[in-house]
């Protein structure tokens, strides 16, 4: 069993930054991949970026990529996502989850969910 909390979000402006942190309990952590979705107001939930259990392997939604950087510390059992230049259309509740396969960009491979951290970009 793994559990999932997320913080780090909040209200920003236009092509600034936060940090979401999502952090793992349980002990098996270390052995599941690692995703971060995002859902808007009105729309699906959708992938963001994914990390392997090593660390070796990342993906990225087009949408993010080169502003968006996944990563994770074994030792703090925690997963980050770095988000640069952010646009208004970033708006939306960020979720971690965590997968025992690599399926990244499949929403529904994923075992376990955080319950989110909302972010606002205002224009």
């Known amino acids: 069993q793994v559990q999932l909390v997320e913080s780090g979000g909040g209200l920003v402006q236009a092509g600034g930054s936060l940090r979401l942190s999502c952090a793992a309990s349980?002990?098996?952590?270390?052995?599941?991949?690692m995703g971060w979705f995002r859902q808007a107001p009105g729309k699906e939930r959708e992938f963001v970026a994914a990390i392997s259990w090593s660390g070796g392997m990342t993906y990225y939604a087009d949408t993010v990529k080169g502003r968006f950087t996944i990563s994770r510390d074994v030792a703090k059992n925690t997963v980050y996502l770095q988000v640069n230049s952010l646009k208004p259309d970033d708006t939306a509740v960020y979720y971690c989850?965590?997968?025992?396969?690599?399926?990244?960009?499949?929403?529904?491979?994923?075992?376990?969910w955080g319950q989110g951290t909302p972010v606002t970009v205002s224009s």
């Open positions: 989850a965590a997968a025992s396969v690599w399926v990244p960009f499949r929403t529904y491979e994923y075992d376990y």
């Open positions: 349980g002990r098996t952590f270390s052995s599941y991949n």
